[in-house]
Each structure stands twice: as structure tokens, then as C-alpha cells.
């Protein structure tokens, strides 16, 4: 409960959408026991060699948007290459094994020499199978990442091998991941990382906060949702262009969510330059996401004015209106 507007919201924020300090801590320390261990996979002389200063945290909880539950931590589990050489197709990329010499040329597809992506993934899930602590954790493979979940923990791991490719004309290097069918593709995780510090730094460091904020708003079913990445795209792009971004998250939302609305409609470019358009989402989806946004813009406006005139019950009402009933109440 809250007698102020500046009250609700912080109370919000810390009780109801930041990660609580020690879940996090709690988890980076899993995390850094589950690399130590995978690092020794090596060790049987037949899986894949590991590269550990390829090894890269990403995602919402590596960039420090993730909001509560603490419920996916994503990490990138780099591998040496040790001569292979990749070819971009058309519609795929593979990784070829420089020989009989390399580990990875057991993890070729049947009849080639390409190195096929599901059954480096296979190698993973086999392997954690072996660990003593995750005896009883589930251990699933999909088309580009194993999961691990653990029995002990609130939160599962999405284990993703990677390569490094070496320096293109331009000078620029790229992770090679599992594309789903047994290749590779292109992604940078440095680029997001980069880009989200970039940003909040610019914005004395409150750019965070209202990117979590917002992603708590999207989650509630008033709309349909668009996918974490795509919505951090763009309240970055927004903030991109500015250097004053508010420590009070409340003055920020009208404007933003303004920009939410607007810029939904159209193609949003992928920050990292390698995948295009990132916004997949149908027609329908797009204009009702942009229509919630432009609803709640104006709830937000209704808000600020009943707290300029001191009618603070009538301001957290409305600020419930827009974030739930999980919002503080007044009082």
C-alpha cells in the first residue's frame, strides 16, 4: 500500500517486477558451477573442444531486463573450431570439419562432412546426463538448444553451443548457432549487450528500469504479446536518440508508450544487422498491440494529471488500471 505516486511505483518495482538480489546472485553462481562442469566434457577426448573465452551469458537475464520469475538463463557455450571452415547458402550455413583429425568430424551429417548442429546438441544432452547434481533435472533437446531444468532451482538453462567465425573484409566476427535443422546461423550477442549498456548509460542509467516496467505491462492479457527482443528493440530505439531519461518510471510511459503505438505498425530492423526485419508479427496482432498502447497512453496522461493536482488515490487507481491489480492499492 501507498499514500504517493512515487511510493506505488517503487514498491511495484521492488516487490513485484525486479529480480530479487539474492535469486540472482544464487543463479550466476549455478550458472558459473554449470560452465566449470561442461568445460571438463572435453576431458573424454572425444567431445567437442571447449573454448571458454568464447563462453557468453545472453538474454533478457544477461542484459539485466529480465523481470520476475527468474524462470530462463540463457548461455552460449563456445566450441573450437579446430580447422573448420563455414560456407554461407542461401538459406543456411555449414560448418565443414577440416578432417578426420577433429573432434567435430564424429558430429558430421551421414555422408558428409558438414557438421551437423542436433547432434552437437545431443552431445550436450548426453553429457549432462552424467553430472551427479542434475541426476534428477530434466534434460530436453530442441532443434537449437538444450534445456536443463533443474529440480532445486526455480529456473531452467537454455545451453546453445556456439562457434566464433574468423575476421569477414569488414573486420566483424559472428557466433555460429543452431538454425533448427541441423546447420547454423549468424547471431552477435556482444552487439545487444553493447547496445543495451550503450543506451542506458546515456540515460543516466534508468533506461533498465523502464524497459522492465514495460515488459511487466505487456504481459498482461489485454493484448496479444510481442517477444521480449522485440519490444527491448524498441524502447532502445527510442532511447537511442536521448540522453534524460527519468529515474521515476512513471514520467516516461506516455511518451513511450506513444512510440510503442506508432512504431508496432511497421518493420523494425534487427540492431544487430544480421536478420532484417525482426517483427513478425501478423497484421491484426500489430494493430491491436498499437491500439492497447495508445488506450493505456492515454490512462497514463489521466494519471500524471490527477498526481500534478495532488489527487494521489485517484492517480495509483488509474496507474492500476494500467499495470493490474498487482499495482499497489492506495492507502
Known sequence: MATTVI???NEFMKDTVNLRKADTDDARASRDWLI???NDFENDEVFPVSYPGLHIAFG????RTKIRPLDDIDLMFGLTGQGATYT?????ITVTSSGEGSRLHRYRHPGADTVCSVRILNAFKNRLQDIAQYAQADIRRNQEAVTLKLVSKDWNFDIVPCFITSEDAFGRTYYLIPDGNGHWKFTDPRKDRDRV???NVQNDG???NVIRAVKYWQRRPTMPSMSSY??????????AGRTSCSSF??????ALFRHLGQSVRYSVNDPKGIQGDINSLSAEARKAISDRCYLDEQKVSEARRFENNKEYEKSINKWRDVFGPFFPVYG
Open 60 to 63: 533478457s537475464f544477461a542484459r
Open 249 to 254: 518510471v512513471d514520467m516516461e510511459l506516455e
Open 36 to 38: 566449470g562442469k561442461m
Open 7 to 9: 511510493a506505488a511505483f
Open 206 to 208: 534508468n533506461v533498465l
Open 88 to 92: 554461407i547458402l542461401s538459406d543456411r
Open 197 to 199: 549498456t550503450t543506451v
Open 230 to 239: 522485440l519490444l527491448e528493440t524498441l524502447i532502445l530505439d527510442y532511447y
